[in-house]
């Protein structure tokens, strides 16, 4: 068995009208025994900029230290928070230091962008995957990573469209998510989804099968 299954775990994050929705299940396993239920899997970095990790816990917990450090260090030189394609570099130049001996995560980092240029002030959706040695692949509509990424990449493509605003983003994100890890053992017991706009994030746990 990959050391990325071993612990089991799923993320999803989908884009929407200036928002953008992570959802991730709540198991934390180890092979087919769970070993508990309220085992998060999305990180904030700041206000609007955040990553989701799932793969090895151990790997998953040392990851966001290291980059909950880096992104403490960027407000200490730049006197401004963290942004998420800011972010996104941080953590492959960090991942890809460690390629030879990588640690087994596979990273989403998404929020909102303050780009220049952009009409009105307003923020756009960012959403960037990384593999285990850092290699960056950006997406304008969805990403997947864990156990159920062949499920969630299906439900994905059936369910998405452009332009959903926060409510309808945060149905068919939940609903991908659920439907995806019924079908998974190594995935499920409850969700964990955020909603990031610009006026707030919310966060919203979802009861699911406990089987």
Not at 62 to 69: A, D, E, F, K, S
Not at 191 to 197: G, N, Q, R, Y
Request: hydrophobic share 45%; proline share 2%.
């Amino acid at each position: 068995m990959s050391a990325l299954a071993y612990n089991g775990g799923s993320t999803i994050v989908m884009t929407g009208k200036n928002s953008v929705v992570l959802a991730c299940d709540m198991r934390l396993g180890t092979n087919l025994l769970t070993v508990s239920n309220d085992f998060g899997k999305v990180f904030r970095l700041s206000s609007r900029c955040f990553v989701c990790l799932s793969g090895l816990v151990t790997d998953i917990q040392t990851v966001y230290g290291l980059l909950r450090r880096c992104a403490n260090l960027f407000v200490l030189k730049e006197g401004r928070e963290i942004g998420p394609s800011e972010a996104t570099h941080a953590l492959s130049a960090l991942l890809y230091q460690r390629r030879f001996s990588p640690y087994f995560v596979e990273p989403v980092v998404a929020g909102l962008e303050n780009w220049s240029g952009v009409e009105d002030g307003m923020s756009v959706p960012f959403v960037a995957s990384l593999d285990l040695i850092g290699c960056i692949s950006t997406s304008s509509n969805f990403a997947v990573s864990g156990t159920s990424s062949h499920n969630l990449f299906g439900m994905s493509e059936a369910l998405w469209v452009e332009n959903m605003t926060a409510d309808e983003l945060f149905e068919t994100t939940a609903a991908c998510l659920l439907n995806a890890v019924n079908r998974d053992a190594f995935s499920g017991w409850g969700a964990l989804v955020t909603t990031v706009t610009e006026a707030q994030v919310r966060t919203r746990r979802i009861k699911a099968r406990q089987d």
